[in-house]
């Protein structure tokens, strides 16, 4: 393995056609080469030596980063590939045919693959560490935030779109399920859990947490009606997309929606620094040498 990596080495530097062909070795970065002509329009963009040394030392972290991915095995997924490429079709206002069939398509999907790859090891690095901001951070970072507070709610539901005992060609349906959402509605006003119940009879995604949704904004006849539920109180039975559905209210909260963004920016400006500091301590592991005379 040692020899064959050598070879690869005298290789770099070839004369081709009669013609001297200089490919220098810029760097070595652990089994990775990096020649001249791999770089060379990044190289002819840069006007100082800092500057190529800064356009080397980009690309060094991009080999160490592509190391990683692969030791964990975080590429993208063929779903994250396809839902990326509908997103670039849609900003781009083209169907995905014809994003497909566009000459530099191999280009955008290459860069696709980087910028997943890496978005994937970033949340990887960082999914267990809990990046907490004082008052302080919050106070320096987020300034010029006017306080203005929005409240939401939190709402637990239960969802029938196919009632028990029932098929699809049932011309009652409705009815049958409309019963049925009236049956636990009584359950729960006799104190049966609504919580227990959403887990064992919604038809809805939200079914394995208890029906619990997000927080929500009071912008809807619906959310206002909720909002204004006694504790416990099972609303009234509403349409729910291609279903019934009944609901309780489970809490509320007054919010600051610009602070609470800025706070996150604020978080990510935290993960992006350990992960920058993470690949800086995998650089200083790894077996790297630079030759500036070749630049």
């Known amino acids: 393995m040692k020899h064959a990596f050598l070879f690869l080495l005298m290789l770099a530097s070839l004369t081709v056609s009669g013609e001297s062909y200089n490919n220098s070795i810029i760097a070595v970065v652990n089994q990775s080469i990096i020649t001249s002509n791999s770089i060379q329009p990044e190289l002819n963009n840069s006007s100082s030596l800092d500057e190529k040394k800064q356009v080397i030392n980009n690309i060094i972290n991009k080999i160490l980063q592509q190391e990683l991915i692969k030791k964990f095995d975080l590429g993208p997924s063929q779903y994250e590939i396809e839902e990326a490429l509908i997103h670039v079709s849609k900003k781009n206002k083209i169907s ?10 191999a280009f955008i999907l290459n860069d696709i693959n980087n910028n997943l790859s890496i978005f994937n090891l970033k949340n990887f690095i960082t999914k267990d560490i809990k990046f907490n901001i004082t008052d302080d951070e919050v106070t320096e970072y987020c300034q010029n935030i006017e306080n203005k507070l929005i409240k939401q709610i939190k709402i637990a539901e239960i969802v029938i779109i196919e009632a028990p005992d029932s098929n699809s060609h049932d011309n009652k349906l409705n009815s049958k399920i409309i019963d049925f959402l009236d049956k636990l509605s009584n359950h729960i006003s006799k104190g049966a859990s609504f919580i227990n119940l959403a887990k064992l009879h919604s038809q809805d995604s ?3 947490n208890g029906g619990i949704s997000d927080w929500t904004k009071i912008d809807t006849p619906l959310m206002i009606e909720i909002d204004n539920l006694q504790k416990s109180q099972v609303s009234k039975i509403y349409q729910r997309g291609d279903g019934w559905a009944i609901a309780i209210k489970i ?21 992006e620094q350990y992960f920058l500091n993470y690949i800086n301590n995998y650089r200083k592991k790894a077996k790297i040498k630079i030759y500036t005379d070749n630049l």
Do not use: H, P, Q, V
């Open 206 to 208: 939200t079914y394995s």
């Open 96 to 105: 995905l045919n014809e994003l497909k069939k566009n000459t530099n398509f």
């Open 251 to 271: 809490d509320e909260r007054n919010i600051n929606l610009i602070l609470e963004k800025c706070k996150k920016e604020l978080i990510n400006l935290k993960a």
